[in-house]
């Protein structure tokens, strides 16, 4: 499951934004197999006041933190051209459109996950697959 929380500057969105941007998230992984309902995706607004950059209120800045529990990466080489494929996926939604953007990305051990009380079917298997078909958890 990738869960992305999406902190940024009140009003720095708007609803279609916000759904052509997870929309965006959810492609980045359905692309590598990951059934779609694992993609979450939060935006939480934060006004300028408690938005504070290096002790500064800040009125442009997003801040992303990604939470990969369904997938890690180990290789060295595959963890940069992740982070600089997920660099990339953010620009039109931050940089483009004169956001500053930061993210980072944590690995939750995928032992400590649950779906409607059912351990995820290990990846790339035939009942992950079936997940990403149905487009939810199913008993296998």
Request: proline content about 9%; glycine content about 6%; hydrophobic content about 35%.
């Amino acid at each position: 499951m990738p869960l992305w929380h999406v902190y940024h500057p009140v009003g720095a969105y708007s609803a279609e934004q916000k759904r052509q941007f997870a929309a965006d998230v959810t492609a980045y992984y359905t692309r590598v197999g990951l059934p779609k309902f694992y993609v979450v995706t939060l935006f939480h607004e934060v006004p300028e006041s408690s938005f504070l950059v290096g002790g500064e209120p800040s009125d442009n800045t997003v801040r992303v933190v990604v939470e990969h529990i369904a997938r890690h990466l180990t290789d060295p080489e595959v963890r940069k051209k992740g982070t600089e494929g997920l660099n990339r996926l953010l620009a039109p939604h931050t940089r483009d459109r004169g956001l500053r953007c930061e993210f980072h990305v944590d690995e939750t051990p995928r032992d400590l996950w649950m779906i409607d009380g059912m351990w995820p079917p290990p990846a790339r298997s035939e009942a992950e697959q079936l997940w990403a078909r149905e487009n939810r958890p199913v008993a296998y």
